[in-house]
C-alpha cells in the first residue's frame, strides 16, 4: 500500500562548495540552494565557517532533489566538489565520487601565516605540495583554473566566485537563465555587471576545456617544480653593528621576535644566533641609537 | 599574490651629522625612536636635505635637530614655531620641520602653538611627548599623568592632563596626528603625510623618558617601557591586534583631525602681490 503513493527514491544529488573565510562560499551555496528551489526540488544546505574571519576553512554541504534526508554529504559521495582555494579542495577531495564526479578548483593560493613553520625569508610553507596538474590527472572530471585571473582581467577580482558558479552551472542540469536571475538577485546593485559577464566567462572556460584533449587542458597549470620557485628569491640577512654608538639599552634584545640578539659584557649588542635572525628589522627600527643595520641581500650562488 | 619588496633604500646614516655621533640622549630614549622615523620619512619623501630646515626649541628633543645634516635651527625654549613660522614665510621653499617637546611646545611655548594652529601655515610640527622634562631633570609638565611622580609632584601630580591633539584641532591646524615610537613605520607614514601636507600638520609622537620618568614611576626598563605603549594605553593602531581584545584603554592613534582651509603663506604672498606697486 504504501508503495502505491511513495515515489521510487531517487538518491539526492551533492554539491560541495569549499574555501576560506571572505570568499563568498556561503553566497555561492545560498546561489545554488535557489537555483534549485527554482526547479522545485527539495534542498538542505549546512555550512560550517568557524575561523571564516580569520582565514579558516569555510565549507558548504548543498543536497537537493525530490526528498533530502541527510543535509550533509557522506564520503566519497559529492558529485560535484568545488574549491575556490586550492589547498581547501584537496582537503576535501575523498568527498568527491570516485566515479565520475566533477572537481572544480580555482588554483588560487591562499597560504595563512601560520603554514610557514620558520620565518627565515623565502622559507616555504607547509602547503599542499601537489601542483594542480597532478591532481587533474588523478581525478575524473576536472576543471582547475584561474578564476581570481579571469575574474580581474574582467576588472572586478571579486567576481572570481561567479566565474566558478560559471564553470558550475555547465555541471549540473539547471537552465541557465534561473543561474542568471538568481545572481542578479544576490550581487549587489553596482557589480550587476561584472557578475553577469563573470558567469558568462566561466561557461565559455568550461566550455572550450571540456571539449579539449587532456594534455591542452593540462598546458598552462603548474607543475611541482615550478610553482613557487619565480615568487620568493632566497635572501641572506647582512646584519652591521656600530658597537660605539650602542648604549645597552637592551630594547633590541628583548624586542626580537626570534630571541636572537643579546648585551655583551661590555653591554654591547651582538647578535648571538645569526642563524634564527629572520631580517625582519625590527631591531633596526627600534633602536634610538641608531646602531643596528639590517637587509636582506640575494643569497649568493653556493660555491661548487 | 606575490609579495612585492618595497623599495627601501633609507640609510639613516646619510642624514646624520656622523661627527657628532653617538647622540647625547640616555639609553633607550624614546626620541631617537622619533628621529628615526623623521628621516625615514624625509628619505621616501625625496625631500632635499638643503631643503630640510629643522627648527627645535629646548629640550632633550629640541636638541636632535643638532644631529641631523640639513638646516637646523635650535633656538629659545618655547619659541621654535615662532621662529618657524618667520622661516616658512621668508623661504616657502624650504620644507619646514619643527621638533618641540611637551614642555617646549605645551607650558612655556603653548601660546605660540595655538597661534600656529591658527594660521594654517605650511610646517610640520612633531611634538615628541614623554610626559615631562626630561633635559631638566624630570618635573612635571602639562602631559603628566595623573598621580605620577616627577621632581616637582614629588607625592603624585594632581593637575589634569592636557591632550595637545585636541588643542591643536581646537586651535585650527591643518592636520592633526598621534602615533607611537613602537609602531615607527606606521610613525613613519604619519609623518609622511605631514611633510606632504599643504598646511599645518600637528603631529604628537608618544616617547619615553626612561632614564628620569621611567625610573621615577618605577615604570621598568627601556623595553618595558616602550612595551607599555601596546599594553598599558593600546593606541588604536594595535586595533588589529588580537593578543588583548577587551583591553579597555584606548588612545586614538593616526590621522585625527583635517582641517583643509587656505594655507597662510599663500594668503600672504597673495595678498603682497596685489599690494605691489600701490604702496609709495
Ligand atoms: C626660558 C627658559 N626657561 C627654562 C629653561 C629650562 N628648560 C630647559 S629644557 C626644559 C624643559 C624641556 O621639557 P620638554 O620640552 O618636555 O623636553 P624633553 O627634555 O622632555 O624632551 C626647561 C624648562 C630654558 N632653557 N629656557
Ligand atoms: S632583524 Fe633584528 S629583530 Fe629581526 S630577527 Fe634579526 S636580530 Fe631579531
Ligand atoms: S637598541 Fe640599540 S642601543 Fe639599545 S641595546 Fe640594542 S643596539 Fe644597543
Ligand atoms: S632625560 Fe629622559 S628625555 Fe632626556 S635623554 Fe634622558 S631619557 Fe630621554
Ligand atoms: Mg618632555
Known sequence: ???????????????????????????????????????????KQSEVHGMAKRGGGVFSHIR???????????????????????????????????????????????????????????????????????????????????ATKIATELGESRAANTVLLGVLSTALEFPVEDWQEVIAQNVPAKALEANKLAFEAGRDWADANRSAPMEERLKDLPGRDDRRAAEIAPKTVQFD???????????????????????????????????????????????????????????????? | MAVAESVDNFEINDYLRLEMMPHF???????????????????ELGIDKNKLAIVSGIGCSGRMGAYVDANTFHVTHGRPLAFATGLALARPDLEVVVITGDGDALAIGGNHLIHACRRNLRMTCLLLNNEVYGMTGGQ?????????????????????????CKLAEAAGAGLVGREVTLQTPTLKDLIKEGLAYPGFAFIEVISDCT??????????????????????????????????????????????????????????????????????
Open chain 1, 1 to 43: 500500500m504504501a508503495a502505491k503513493t511513495r515515489k521510487a527514491a531517487t538518491k539526492p544529488r551533492s554539491v560541495l562548495i569549499v574555501g576560506v573565510g571572505g570568499q563568498g562560499v556561503i553566497m555561492m551555496s545560498k546561489v545554488l540552494a535557489l537555483v534549485c528551489q527554482r526547479q522545485g526540488l527539495q534542498v
Open chain 1, 64 to 146: 537537493y532533489g525530490e526528498t533530502v534526508w541527510s543535509p550533509t554529504i557522506p564520503k566519497g559521495e559529492a558529485d560535484v566538489l568545488l574549491a575556490m582555494e586550492w589547498a581547501e579542495g584537496l582537503r576535501w577531495l575523498d568527498f568527491l565520487r570516485r566515479d565520475g564526479g566533477a572537481f572544480i578548483a580555482d588554483t588560487k593560493r591562499i597560504v595563512p601565516p601560520f603554514a610557514f613553520r620558520s620565518r627565515k625569508y623565502g622559507s616555504q610553507p607547509i602547503y599542499s605540495p601537489e601542483a594542480p596538474r597532478e591532481v587533474m590527472e588523478m581525478v575524473g572530471s576536472g576543471f582547475a583554473l584561474d
Open chain 1, 241 to 304: 653593528i656600530t658597537g660605539e654608538w650602542c648604549k645597552g639599552c637592551d630594547i633590541c634584545v628583548k624586542m626580537c621576535p626570534e630571541r636572537c640578539l643579546r648585551l655583551n659584557d661590555e653591554m654591547i649588542v651582538e647578535l648571538s644566533d645569526p642563524e634564527a635572525c629572520t631580517g625582519c628589522r625590527i631591531c633596526e627600527w627600534l633602536c634610538p641609537d641608531f646602531a643596528i643595520r639590517v637587509r636582506r641581500v640575494p643569497a649568493l650562488e653556493p660555491v661548487a
Open chain 2, 25 to 43: 640622549l640616555c639609553p633607550g630614549c624614546g626620541h631617537g625612536i622619533a628621529m628615526r622615523a623623521l628621516l625615514w620619512a624625509v628619505h
Open chain 2, 140 to 164: 612635571v609638565s602639562p602631559t603628566t599623568s595623573e598621580n605620577r611622580l616627577t621632581t616637582t609632584t614629588p607625592a603624585g601630580n594632581l593637575e589634569p592632563v592636557f591632550d595637545a
Open chain 2, 211 to 280: 632614564e628620569i620618568f621611567g625610573r621615577k614611576n618605577d615604570l621598568g626598563n627601556s623595553p618595558e617601557m616602550i612595551l607599555s605603549q601596546k599594553k598599558s594605553m593600546r593606541p588604536d593602531s594595535y586595533g588589529t591586534v588580537v593578543d588583548e581584545p577587551f583591553r579597555p584603554n584606548s588612545l586614538p592613534t593616526g590621522v585625527l583631525a583635517r582641517n583643509d582651509r587656505p594655507e597662510y603663506g599663500e594668503t600672504y604672498r597673495n595678498f603682497a602681490k596685489s599690494k605691489q606697486g600701490r604702496a609709495k
